[in-house]
């Protein structure tokens, strides 16, 4: 069968068709502690003053307004943790804690290696701090009640957890995880444990495709390995879609050939093209498109092709589903340190796996080796122009470094 | 009780001896699609070819020697998991699948675009690629058996999981995640859900140290929170110990003052104190020693300390744990863009929140805001003189996008 081509796009129109066609999915109430990297339902107020009381920053003591003995009347002693409001005459002063309830009327808090104590009675040593709110943490000065803390749309951070907790929140609606439902095609494919033989390699794509998944915050629902079989394609496709999969992949069964079969069953299930090719090498026969609200993705054979496409368009599939504000690639300009051939030269933009460093406040940038792993792409205009060694260069940022700058 | 100072030690001085204490754990064996980040047990070798066999990189013609007709006779079809061996004569041909066995003989694969077929022959079109090895993916061309994919002490990345699999590797076996159990201490920490009172503060650290053990690959074994008081602490330090921790930290009860009570409760452990007081702030209370075989933490109260110590100290004996071979967390240098004071002046040096970005091949970097998500820390020197915008500063990196680089 001959497919009708769709149209061919560029990668940033294909993340602009992936980001219209995502629904934001529902929210979902987690604990504090597990809200780390997720996207919250809406936006997160402080519904408090932080911090919520006056605190002591040091252990001393709180001290008055002076009375008529330069020495203070230790009248009291708090605790942290002790709720009891108090309340200051001039001439008194409390024994206090880190973290302590600072009394009403109390004009400065000095540290114990700054007082001197005698009996029931303590005094500031000259050059004591006189000011008054140096070692005093004030109601509100942290955070003012109704701040937004994180905005919908934003990933939860440590600092923000930080005062999420600080203002009382034990637990926070977010965005649930996007459900991703995969298959890999290839009667070549081995599946389960078992000697390789010649003629059949084993799946990388299903092991690769499970950690990215994971890596990017989904969660995998189901997988499977199919034959390069019409039938056998048109039964996985309807499984996964009614499992509740917000997210389809498959792997293999795209290039244009016999055997290119995953384009013709996605449209036998009813399956919307919103394109089948992008203007970019790897990527030329790559496909998107809707099977009702899910989103589906065919994606090449080889594991490097699905690896830089997961980083490019699979990630900010899962980020829309968040409703997160930003979903495309981290992206830097970097200088080359090796020349770098186009490869091909055939016009088409390519993405080359790339190893960023950073010297004497410069970002530097060469190709990676077969075996290297990589922490980024390098765009390769395609105009046929070799990149020379000392060029800047576009680099796009991969996995978990993306999205942190 | 005055405590007897152990010793005030620097940075990095503080991470070789967490480094020398921490004994690298057992192994265990898991899926090697559970395996990105984890670090192997010991060298994962290839053991095979990859390819296994010689693949056709092409829907196409694999081809013979020309025999005496100019046209190749199509003798055979070798799809995809085909494992017959077959063998050419000479003016032969087979019609061949992407990552199909390449039969014997062949002298080279031609696209199926690049071929003429009529009836039972096929001819290469004029301009046909003549170069031989060109559609091949030759058995071993990726790489040999024998050859190290990942090194002991290296994490497992993305790239090396599809040469695992390629190799048929279905599990792998990597250090255990070292386990990690802490308590907060402070009679001001509200437990449980609750309105917050005056006086009363809730556990940011707990939710913190959550987030931050998960992020950096450990489990949390057991967590608690516990009142200021010495015998609470005594017993939840005897526990934690008996539960099989690798890792135990502790969050306030640090400081120089009446209550400062975690680092006697763990001497009277029996506890080995490696240092505690560190030449820079935040860090100036924080203990590390161990308890048997198990490595202990005291931190801070402050949880912007705990979560700057975590990435600086703790994250180092997370993967010591693990063998890795870096322990350090990433450093570089950026141009700062803003003025930035130093604060206290007190001669010690400071690590500061910061924002890196990058701008037409530079670093640049400067103090993080209140609210603002760090990614980085900036290294200040603590001479007393200011860090103006142009100068080259040292930049930690922290969380996950550590490792990375």
């Given at each position: 069968m001959k497919k009708e081509k769709c149209k061919s796009i560029e990668l940033q129109e294909a993340r602009d068709l992936i980001i219209r066609a995502a629904p934001v999915l529902d929210g979902v109430e987690i604990g504090l502690a597990e809200s780390l990297s997720r996207f919250p339902a809406s936006d997160l107020l402080a519904g408090e003053d932080l911090p919520g009381y006056d605190q002591s920053l040091r252990d001393g003591y709180a001290i008055a307004e002076p009375g008529k003995d330069p020495a203070f009347v230790i009248v009291d002693e708090v605790a942290a943790g002790d709720t009891r409001k108090l309340s200051l005459e001039p001439g008194q002063a409390v024994r206090i804690m880190t973290g302590g309830l600072v009394p009403a009327r109390t004009d400065r808090v000095i540290p114990e290696e700054q007082c001197r104590v005698f009996g029931s009675n303590v005094c500031p040593v000259?050059?004591?701090?006189?000011?008054?709110?140096?070692?005093i943490h004030g109601r509100g000065s942290e955070l003012a009640r109704g701040t937004v803390i994180v905005a919908k749309g934003r990933e939860i951070r440590a600092e923000q957890q930080i005062l999420l907790a600080g203002v009382g929140y034990e637990s926070v609606a977010v965005v649930r995880r996007p459900r991703v439902s995969f298959f890999c095609t290839g009667s070549e494919l081995l599946s389960g444990s078992g000697q390789s033989r010649a003629g059949k390699k084993f799946s990388a794509n299903s092991h690769l495709l499970h950690g990215l998944i994971a890596l990017n915050g989904a969660e995998v629902a189901n997988e499977q390995t199919v034959k390069d079989v019409p039938e056998e394609v048109d039964q996985i496709l309807k499984a996964m879609q009614q499992s509740g999969a917000d997210i389809i992949i498959s792997t293999g069964g795209m290039g244009p050939g016999k055997f290119d079969l995953v384009e013709a069953a996605f449209q036998r299930a009813g399956g919307r093209v919103l394109y089948d090719s992008l203007n970019m090498r790897p990527g030329k026969s790559t496909l998107f498109g809707t099977l009702g609200s899910v989103l589906f993705f065919g994606m090449p054979g080889p594991p490097p092709a699905v690896h830089l496409l997961f980083n490019e368009l699979i990630r900010t599939a899962i980020l829309a589903l968040q409703g997160a504000a930003s979903c495309s690639p981290q992206e830097l300009n970097a200088i080359l340190t090796e020349d770098m051939a186009q490869f091909g030269s055939g016009g088409l933009p390519r993405l080359k796996s790339g190893l960023l460093s950073f010297d004497g406040g410069r970002c530097l940038v060469r190709a990676a080796a077969r075996m290297e792993a990589a922490n980024c792409y390098i765009y390769c205009p395609g105009n046929g122009q070799s990149l020379t060694s000392g060029t800047l260069v576009r680099v796009h940022m991969t996995g978990s470094t993306q999205g942190c700058f």
């Open positions: 000259e050059g004591a701090s006189a000011s008054g709110k140096r070692f």
